[in-house]
């Protein structure tokens, strides 16, 4: 879908139609250098499985062969025309893929849910998405054919979209990028492995936001303090990954140590940086890193 996306304005653009991609309105958009003049044509969508919701979205995510990296990107003119949701495509998803795909939703949810520019309507749609897909992942990862776990999962994807393309996504997505680009791990398990962690040293500090994504999505803390309500969030997060099969370090993802510095750079240079609910120093982030690992 994104690469339709990247497609359609790369062609509707082109002063030279065929040119490479050295004269791309594409390339010049992803480096910030000129914006598109037009739009492309209508775009239709049609997720094959329950994550990305870019048939929603503002976004597109592109790789840089040139430098290696993987480059988020919103645009207005990036949302489809026309979105058709359906579960019964995304009923043969092996489970491995709905586990990684789920995951990125979930992350999409909770990013979108804690950022600083969250609003009550984001807020609204990313908290009812987290709900569905807590309540939902491990029962399509089980049973494929449970169909009313997998409408439930492609909602979620779907709507959290309308979330996260008002409010941006945070810290698991910039960390996760290199992680896919340079390492060729898929972006949703990629996000699933670094959650946790990200969560963990945001709930250190800001357990606010965390707190109130746990009651709107459904999990059982009325009466409980915000630490104390963010940290079942985070257990129950922890206990769908372990169900669902996803490993809790970067280390098991066959990566070598030597990636750490370029997983570091890109996500001490992340665009949403600013809206983490936690203000990380550069230290700060590079220990987080570390201990992913
Ligand atoms: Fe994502």
Known sequence: MDCAKAANLQAANSTRPGSPWEASPFLD???????????????????TTAGPGSELSNAAVTIDPATDRKLGLSSPWFFPSL?????????????????ATGMDALTHALESFVSRRASPLSRAIAGHAAG?????LARAFKAGDDLEARSALALASSEVAMAFSQTGLGLVHGFAHPVGARGGVAHGLANAVILPWV??????????????????AGLPVTGLGPEAAAEVLLSRIRGLSEEIGIPRRLSELGLSREILPAILADAQSYRNRASSPRAFTDEELEKLVDSMY
Do not use: H, S, W
């Open 29 to 47: 958009f992803v480096y910030g250098r000129k914006a598109f003049k037009v739009p492309g044509l209508p775009l239709a969508c049609l997720p």
């Open 83 to 99: 979105a058709l949701v359906d579960p019964l495509l995304q009923e043969g998803m092996p489970p491995a893929l709905t586990a």
């Open 132 to 136: 569905l897909i807590l309540a939902n």
């Open 199 to 216: 969560c963990a040293a945001c709930i250190e500090t800001d357990p606010g936001a965390y707190a109130e994504l746990a009651q709107a």
